[in-house]
Structures are given as C-alpha cells and as structure tokens.
C-alpha cells in the first residue's frame, strides 16, 4: 500500500527508515558466470558502476545486482518441504532483517560500501524455469526478490550493515484561481486531483508526499512554485485552472515555456476524446511536459475536467515516472 504523506522533514526526497531493534545486514554474497543458474557464496565481493564484475547479471542496465531476504528463503524452503540456501534463487545478496517487500522502486539501500537504488519489484521467472522451479515446481524470487543498479561501488561482504532510505514519490498540486486564492469560494479541483492520486497508488509499492497550494492567476508566482517544487525533487506537478482563453489564463503559456519536453499526444487525445460530446472542451489549451526528472500537466480548473483529465495521465504516469530515471522495465541485459 501506499504511504501518503504531508510531512515537510522530507529532506531531498529521502528519509531514513531503520527497523528498531532489528539489525538489518548481509548474510551472504552470491555469483555465478551463467544466467537462470544458482549462485555460489563468497567471502566478498566488489562493485563498479556495472555491478559485480565476476557476474552474470552484471552490465549497463538497471538490473545490476538482485536481492533476497534470509526470511523469504527460510519461509518458501518450509513450504515445499526442502532447504534452500543463500544463492540458490540467484540473488547476489542475501539479506536478514530488512522487509524486502515494503520496498519502493527508486528506494535506496546503503550496503557495504556500496549504495543501490532499487529499480525493479520481482521478476518473471526464465521461459525454461529456473533451477528452484524445475525441483519444486515454483520458485520465490518472482514475487519477493528486488533488483537494483549500482549508484557508488565498493566492497560488500556477509555481516555487513544495510541501511534502507526509502524515496517517496512527490507530488505538487497548484490550484491557479484568483477567487479561491482569495477566499471567496473553496478549492475543489486541487483536493479531486489529490484524492485520484491517492486511490490509483494506493495499491502500489510506491509511497507519495502530496503537497497542494492555491494561488492566484499570476505568472510570476506560479513560474517561482513550479521551480521550487522541481528543485525540491517534484516527480510529478500538476496544475489545475487556467487553461482557457480568458485574459487571466496564462497556466499553459507559463507552464510551456519551463519545459525542457512537451508531450502533446497526450492533451490532444483528451482534447479529442471528451470534445464529442463537450465541443467546448476542444477549446482548452492543456500542455503537458517534462522539465528534468519532473513530468507536469496543466488542467482545466473543473472538478470533472479535472476527472476526466486525470483517469488518462494516470494509465502512463508510472511508466514516464520510471522513463524519467532512466528505468526501461523491457531492456534486455546488453
């Protein structure tokens, strides 16, 4: 489930998350030279920004190193009735104490040496099976397995500490209103957009920080609240109100004009889409784009443009997410 959050000590998007009273570290480091094979234990290993050198898996993408738990292993060998050890689910490490499954892509693990950032939730196991599934018939890293890609190298060996510092996802809503800014009436598109985004991540290993302001239609403002919520680490900014051709309605032209990438397939297909029956909502003009690592989207200002807006961006809002950090969920291994 999703963590919702409003807390501003969220310092770089990073907060620390150490289990009290659980030491969480490595019992095992793990290799092998082939892929879908077991891996055999060592008394350490070493990583570069490829991963483990010695490694099948090791290479220029986002799968560099796996990991599983020490509990899931104990728990899957009683299962089915036979001891597994670490390395034989292929996992490079294997780990005690840390709960591998509330961890969030983008997450990241200090370990060793090293620091990881987790890029990838489980796994479809290999066409022919591997070695666990072709003796019991299933196999656990699928489903409980991470894997992540290498952000400082260094020595990691059994014993060693792990510290998790989950990432949330932040998200800025900016109401653009000079009636609501002022009191006259209560913002209701910024609190819709914050309610669809919460019961679409709910169900998702993501956790959110959703933080919302209303201001009036003022380019300068709102160019200085876009660029704070950037820097402060924004994967996503999405405004509402502003959008038509009224003397006051300058959100696309200001929003457009920070953008280092404008989406546009995605505006003019809800443009579209809701225009056969609403001619009026062709005369929006909603932009959408990316500046850095943050996508953003201006909306119409109305509760159900507002839905209808938003049930679109959110089909691919998980999939630019990942775009965003350089995560191609489909790359094969170079």
Same mark, same amino acid.
């Given at each position: 489930?999703?963590?919702?959050?409003?807390?501003?000590?969220?310092?770089?998007?990073?907060?620390?998350?150490?289990?009290?009273?659980k030491k969480?570290?490595?019992? &095992?480091?793990?290799?092998?030279t082939?892929?879908?094979?077991?891996?055999r234990?060592?008394?350490?290993v070493?990583?570069?920004?490829?991963?483990?050198?010695?490694?099948?898996h090791?290479?220029v993408w !986002?799968r560099?190193?796996?990991l599983?738990?020490?509990?899931?292993?104990?728990?899957? %060998?009683?299962?089915v009735? !036979?001891?597994?050890? @670490?390395?034989?689910?292929?996992e490079?490490?294997?780990?005690?104490?840390i709960?591998?499954? &509330?961890?969030?892509?983008?997450?990241r693990?200090?370990v060793?040496e090293?620091e990881?950032?987790?890029?990838?939730?489980?796994?479809?196991?290999?066409?022919?099976?591997?070695?666990? #599934?072709?003796q019991?018939?299933?196999?656990?890293?699928?489903?409980?397995?991470?894997?992540?890609?290498?952000? &400082?190298?260094?020595?990691?060996?059994?014993?060693?500490?792990?510290?998790l510092s989950?990432?949330?996802?932040?998200?800025?809503?900016?109401?653009?209103? *000079?009636r609501? %800014?002022?009191?006259?009436?209560? *913002?209701?598109?910024?609190?819709?957009?914050?309610?669809?985004?919460e019961?679409? #991540?709910?169900?998702?290993?993501?956790?959110?920080?959703i933080r %919302?302001?209303?201001?009036a *239609?003022?380019p300068?403002?709102?160019?200085?609240?876009?660029?704070?919520a950037?820097?402060g680490?924004?994967?996503?900014?999405i405004?509402?109100?502003?959008?038509?051709?009224?003397?006051?309605?300058?959100?696309? *032209?200001?929003?457009?004009?920070?953008?280092?990438k404008?989406?546009?397939?995605?505006?003019? #297909?809800?443009?579209?889409?809701?225009?056969?029956?609403?001619?009026?909502?062709l005369?929006s003009?909603?932009?959408?784009?990316?500046?850095?690592? %943050?996508?953003?989207y201006?909306?119409?200002? &109305?509760?159900?443009?507002?839905?209808?807006?938003?049930?679109e961006?959110?089909?691919?809002?998980e !999939?630019?997410?990942l775009?965003?950090?350089?995560?191609?969920? !489909?790359q094969e291994? @170079?």
């Amino acid at each position: 489930m999703a963590i919702k959050s409003d807390s501003a000590d969220v310092e770089a998007g990073l907060v620390s998350a150490q289990y009290p009273g659980k030491k969480m570290s490595v019992v &095992s480091v793990n290799i092998s030279t082939d892929k879908g094979t077991t891996k055999r234990p060592l008394p350490e290993v070493h990583i570069d920004e490829k991963g483990i050198k010695e490694d099948a898996h090791a290479g220029v993408w !986002h799968r560099q190193l796996s990991l599983l738990s020490m509990e899931s292993v104990e728990r899957f %060998s009683a299962q089915v009735s !036979h001891e597994f050890l @670490p390395g034989d689910f292929a996992e490079n490490i294997t780990t005690r104490g840390i709960d591998l499954s &509330s961890v969030a892509i983008l997450d990241r693990i200090a370990v060793g040496e090293a620091e990881l950032e987790v890029t990838q939730i489980g796994k479809a196991c290999h066409p022919d099976g591997c070695g666990v #599934f072709k003796q019991v018939g299933k196999c656990v890293m699928p489903k409980e397995g991470i894997f992540c890609r290498v952000l &400082s190298g260094g020595r990691i060996a059994p014993g060693d500490e792990i510290i998790l510092s989950p990432r949330p996802l932040l998200f800025s809503v900016i109401t653009l209103s *000079d009636r609501a %800014s002022r009191g006259e009436y209560k *913002d209701r598109s910024g609190p819709r957009i914050r309610a669809m985004l919460e019961e679409f #991540f709910v169900s998702t290993r993501w956790r959110l920080e959703i933080r %919302s302001v209303v201001i009036a *239609d003022e380019p300068v403002r709102l160019r200085q609240e876009v660029e704070s919520a950037v820097q402060g680490g924004a994967s996503v900014i999405i405004t509402t109100g502003g959008t038509g051709v009224g003397s006051r309605d300058i959100t696309p *032209d200001v929003i457009a004009g920070l953008c280092d990438k404008t989406i546009p397939g995605i505006m003019e #297909f809800i443009r579209v889409k809701c225009g056969e029956t609403k001619p009026n909502a062709l005369l929006s003009r909603s932009v959408a784009g990316t500046i850095g690592k %943050s996508q953003i989207y201006a909306l119409p200002g &109305s509760v159900r443009a507002v839905e209808e807006y938003m049930s679109e961006i959110l089909k691919t809002m998980e !999939h630019l997410i990942l775009t965003l950090h350089d995560i191609d969920p !489909h790359q094969e291994q @170079p």
